[in-house]
């Protein structure tokens, strides 16, 4: 569209376009004994519980100025957590003329932005290999917003409220809004990339690979890091503690692993 943050378009009515962001997250760990599986995933499921997520979500909707209307959530047995807010749209103190602007989102500050007709929900999923020793955590987030901010603004927050080895991002813009003279407009700002949304410093840390469909307003990204340290994967213990062929074959099982959950495809493996 060539829009800049400071052009407006005159709208005929409520800007009804439909934009929604999923934001998936893994986080993986090597828990070689039955104890270590058990106590990470108590961990997990006590570190991301539905009070913690819940107060995760409300700063989201604080940060695109959303009011909650609504809170349903629960922790499931024998883990996991879902969360779900209905939001409405926010007191305008003046218009934001930033939400076009490709750029990271705020960590979080007081931001005001236009909402309405909107949710934003959380489901977890810790989860084990029965044979391999692998443990994973994923957390899956959806906000879709109606209205004038693109909810890729929370995306900077959401980044750095989990501890994430693995994300997968997707946005996408749907229905359509007119312009005053009855023009259809089916997206209402400029983007070429998820990418766009995250700070460099954290970009600077993963692998990024983009798939976007830009006639359809779909956007896909999905991030591994870069670096492997793998005391950050074993729960309860350092590497030091470990035979070096011990620690070869756990790196080899932890970065399989990561490549599958990346590539989305199983990789074929042996281990004596």
């Known amino acids: 569209m060539g829009l800049t943050s400071e052009q407006r378009i005159e709208l005929h009515g409520f800007n009804n376009l439909t934009k929604s962001l999923s934001f998936n997250m893994y986080d993986i760990c090597y828990t070689r004994t039955k104890e270590e599986r ?11 519980n539905a009070d913690r997520l819940t107060k995760i979500l409300k700063t989201v909707s604080d940060i695109i100025g959303a009011h909650v209307l609504n809170i349903a959530k629960q922790d499931y047995v024998p883990q996991g957590a879902s969360v779900t807010i209905l939001v409405s749209e926010g007191p305008i103190v003046e218009v934001p003329t930033e ?7 705020p960590l979080p500050d007081s931001v005001v932005m236009q909402l309405d007709k909107s949710h934003i929900t959380v489901h977890t999923y810790p989860e084990y290999h029965p044979d391999e020793g692998i443990s994973t955590f994923r957390a899956d987030i959806d906000v879709s917003t109606c209205g004038e901010i693109s909810p890729l603004k929370a995306l900077n927050y959401l980044i750095h409220s989990f501890d994430t080895d693995i994300m997968t991002i997707d946005y996408r813009v749907r229905g359509f809004t ?16 998820i990418q766009n949304y995250i700070p460099e410093s954290i970009k600077s840390i993963y692998d990024m690979i983009d798939v976007n469909v830009y006639q359809e307003n779909i956007f896909h990204t999905k991030c591994k890091l870069k670096e492997f340290d793998l005391n950050n994967y074993l729960f309860g213990y350092t590497k030091e503690k470990l035979q070096p062929e011990e620690i070869e074959e756990i790196t080899e099982r932890l970065k399989i692993e990561m490549d599958e959950i990346f590539y989305g495809k199983n990789i074929n493996q042996t281990f004596d």
């Open 99 to 105: 939400s076009y602007d490709e750029s990271p989102g």
């Open 178 to 193: 007119r312009d005053i003279s009855g023009h259809k407009l089916f997206i209402d700002h400029d983007i070429t990339s």
């Open 38 to 48: 058990e106590a990470y995933l108590e961990y997990i499921d006590e570190q991301y």
